[in-house]
């Protein structure tokens, strides 16, 4: 199913029946700041399993999240005072952070050493969603082989059976967040994308 909604004043009633269908299992595809996400709630261990076999990629290879903002960030990762004031001046914007993980966080979503990777996008249709759910959702790029698909309408065609709901929110960019990791107050950029990363270098 697409769904066209506004992404600068995303309708109530389009939310909530994207929230319904994240809270009956469903996996859904939405835009961000960057690219296009494929997601389910954090908490659905049999959504997430379904995305790493629509990706074909490896459980060892754990996706990140979207959080709502810095408050929400805080009960699912060790948020220090650096990466606080950091994430603060940066989000929400095109970036993933990688952070501590708190036990809140179902395993298998975890890195051998314990991280995740947190996003707050700048991008009012997913906070939205991410708000009314309650709960971060499942975040990684709708692609096909190494390219990355930015019309819904495309993604709708290649994905629509794997999927509950494509939401429309325009054509986007093809550039992925850029990834920084704050693990022990170490500053280390892990991949290079749309956000501007020189405060790290």
Sequence with gaps: MLLAINSDNPQKRLIKKTVEILR????????????????????????????YEIKRRSMK???SFICADLKDISNYAIVSNYAYKTMRRMLPGPYTFILEATRLVPKILLTKR?????????????????????NPIISTSVTTG???????????????????????GGILATEKSSVVSLVNDVPEIIRMGKGDVSLFQ
Excluded: H, M, W
């Design 61 to 63: 290879q754990p996706f």
């Design 24 to 51: 009956d299992g469903g996996i859904i595809v939405y835009p961000t700041d960057t690219v296009y996400g494929l997601g389910c709630d954090l908490f659905n261990k049999r959504g997430i399993e379904k995305i």
């Design 114 to 134: 314990k991280t995740v990777g947190i996003r707050v996008p700048d991008n009012e249709i997913c906070l939205s969603i991410v708000r009314e759910l309650g």
């Design 146 to 168: 190494n390219e990355i698909l930015s019309d819904p309408a495309e993604i709708e065609k290649k994905y629509g059976r794997a999927v509950d709901l494509v939401i429309d």
